[in-house]
């Protein structure tokens, strides 16, 4: 990552951490679909509904290709898969990382959720989108979880500069407190209003 002190823009390679998240949406069984996950109202289709609907989202956003995709607010709908899921989210979350790899779609601004933006936040937006959801995922699924090291610690940071902004309830959760010493990802779950000792069995609503 390069340094925000001058004019130029934080970039980050989103290639590892898309890897990851398809990896883990690979491991997801049938019948695993319909369980819950750390999501409220989300069960793991839903979960991987909305993972392709952001990822398209994010990839048209680094694009400047803004319409539909960057305009609806990720809450207008219930997000769901089809039928062809196993082959489209893989194949979007690729041209999401391939889009952020040009320096171009982080500068300027650009629309995610209908929400206009800075393209350096929506670069940072959508890694923690990746990281966060990539954990809500392997918990609901019982899979182990190894975020790409570089984008933990953008999400962390992120998380972290608006731990105390008023306005982030519209996003995230209230923050649970998490112990100083705790890993890094035990406290970026936590910044993003979940429990990080979660597990399927655990209410979420």
């Not at 196993?86 to 601004?109: F, K, Q, S």
């Not at 966060?132 to 699924?141: E, M, Q, S």
Request: charge should be negative; charged fraction near 20%; hydrophobic fraction near 40%.
């Amino acid at each position: 990552m390069t340094d925000t002190t001058g004019t130029t823009p934080t970039t980050l390679d989103l290639g590892p951490q898309a890897a990851v998240v398809a990896r883990l949406a690979a491991g997801v069984t049938d019948e695993q679909l319909a369980a819950g996950t750390p999501c409220p109202r989300y069960a793991v289709r839903h979960l991987l509904g909305h993972l392709a609907g952001l990822a398209a989202a994010f990839r048209d956003a680094a694009r400047k290709d803004l319409g539909a995709t960057t305009d609806t607010s990720p809450d207008s709908a219930l997000p769901d898969i089809g039928p062809g899921w196993r082959e489209e989210l893989p194949r979007v979350l690729g041209e999401l990382a391939e889009a952020w790899r040009d320096p171009a779609a982080w500068t300027g601004m650009t629309r995610a959720g209908g929400v206009d933006l800075p393209g350096e936040v929506a670069g940072l937006v959508a890694t923690d989108e990746l990281v966060v959801h990539g954990w809500d995922l392997a918990r609901a699924t019982g899979q182990p979880y190894d975020p790409d090291p570089a984008a933990l610690r953008s999400c962390l940071a992120f998380l972290s500069a608006s731990a105390d902004d008023p306005g982030r309830g519209a996003i995230f959760g209230p923050v649970v407190p998490v112990a100083p010493d705790a890993p890094e990802l035990d406290r970026a779950v936590g910044l993003s209003g979940r429990e990080p000792g979660w597990t399927p069995g655990s209410r979420n609503d």
